[in-house]
């Protein structure tokens, strides 16, 4: 029974740009295009298929008209500054440890970090503000002392407090925390901006040799439907490409050059303490590689030098289908809130395939498997074993031979309230005892025949399931008034099933 919960031993094959093949749990199904959807197939921004689409139909009206030809290289560098607008889906950013929310700009602005949140520095869980009470003298009077309270951060896992790295305590709970300065900070810093204007330069350069003379007419068709025209308007001579260098400078503003100091090799190099290799190593004072990298600015060495790290954002974000442009997930803005807008997880709407019992599997003996099929849409729903074909490419992993049931199986339709009714009547499908273990509201546990055909190694079976599927979001075709029925299609998977090792 321990397998019905190893939903990983059960895999479905995803065609995308690559097969994948995962459980049906960690995988979409697109209800427009009708099939499975890996996170190798959805994209987390939109892609500029429909405006190259409409683009393309608007330029074909506009040279109809003019009797010019069509500018094919003039639609290709188009596409290129579409692809170029194009932005990340990103409907949220906050904090997992106070849920504050902010904008993309205000995270950007704090380096995608929470101003209240910290992290431990030794283990990495989040630290908690404590309060206590420490003697402080009177202001008229100093010669008397009265208890004050005070806070410091620290750590209910590790114990770890900002006391052992010296941070005096606060009198306020929230802000004004000590942070160490890098003092490599200013050269960093002078370095990015240098690597910035020289990428600008070189961008700069490239496009100008890839910018192709168009037509005057172009601008003044598309600025009022794209908004674009600023962008598509020939460029002056010596201009920079503004509309097509993500990295550009501005037009009109002088840029001073930076210099940069090359680096010098130094002949001499400070020499290590004498007892650097007898000195017996304390490990509870030296700190991991671990702690290192997540402090790459300092990369302490000692446990004293830890101090606590601004706790990291997480987003929200929208997938989509790559090929349909379609929503699959769209999570609710606020933080606080666990739910979905949309949430096309395939576990919804595919029937899912389980290993139930798994017997002692023999070399060229034949086993009985009892797996279990389950239907999570609310009407009855129709389902096909296949055994796959010799020539199938999708067949590339099975080391045994399998026989599954050629009657159709009927599933019930899902019903919550269905186990807490007592009163209501089973449903008889006169199922065949030889086919059919046993049969409870939604679910039905089938046997398959196994017979392994290698002497060593895991045992893996495949087989073709077809299932019907009423389509409710595609668009129903004009029909007679009155008839109110939904599409129905035939969809076809492929699963593979791991069964385990064999026994000698």
Known sequence: MASLLQSERVSYLVRGEKEIRAPLSQLYFCRYCSELRSLECVSHEPSATVCQKNFLQLLLKVTQKSGTPFDFQFFQQFQKLLFTLTFQQVDSHYCPSCLE??????????????????????????????????????????????????????????????RDVGMADKSVASGGWQEPENPHTQKINKLVEYYQQLAQ????????????????????????????????????????????????????????????????AVEEVEPLPE???????????????????????????????????????????????????????????????????IQLVAVNYIPEVRIMSIPNLRYMKESQVLLTLTNPVENLTHVTLKECEESDPDDINSTAKVVVPAKELLLAGKDAAAEYDELAEPQDFQDDPD????????????????????????????????????????????????DQSCEVIWLTHHVELRLGPLLP
Not at 125 to 153: F, N
Not at 308 to 329: A, D, M, T
């Open 101 to 162: 929310n902010m904008p993309s700009a205000e995270a950007k602005l704090k380096k995608n970090r929470c101003a209240n949140c910290f992290d431990c520095p030794c283990c990495m869980h989040t630290l908690s503000t404590r309060a206590t009470s420490i003697p402080a003298p009177l202001p008229d009077d100093p010669a008397k002392t009265t208890m004050k309270k005070a806070y410091y951060l620290a750590c209910g896992f590790c114990r770890w407090t900002s």
């Open 201 to 264: 330069k070189e961008k700069m350069e490239r496009d100008r040799k890839k910018l192709v003379r168009r037509r005057p007419y172009m601008p003044l068709a598309f600025s009022d439907k794209y908004g674009l025209g600023t962008r598509l308007q020939r460029q002056r001579p010596g201009a920079p490409i503004s509309a097509l260098a993500g990295l550009s400078l501005k037009e009109g503003e002088d840029q001073k050059e930076i210099k940069i100091e090359p680096a010098q």
């Open 275 to 341: 007892d650097y290799y007898t000195r017996p190593i304390n490990l509870t004072e030296v700190t991991t590689l671990r702690q290192r990298l997540l402090q790459p600015d300092f990369q302490p060495i000692c446990a004293s030098q830890l101090y606590p790290r601004h706790k990291h954002l997480l987003i929200k974000r929208s997938l989509r289908c790559r090929k349909c442009e379609h929503n699959l997930s769209k999570p609710e803005f606020n933080p606080t809130s666990i739910k979905f807008k």
């Open 435 to 482: 086919i059919i273990a046993f049969r409870k509201a939604n679910k039905v546990g089938v046997f398959i025949k196994v017979t392994p055909q290698k002497e060593e190694g895991e045992v893996t079976v495949s087989f073709k399931m077809k299932h019907e599927f009423k389509n409710l979001a595609a668009p129903i075709r004009p029909t007679e008034e009155g």
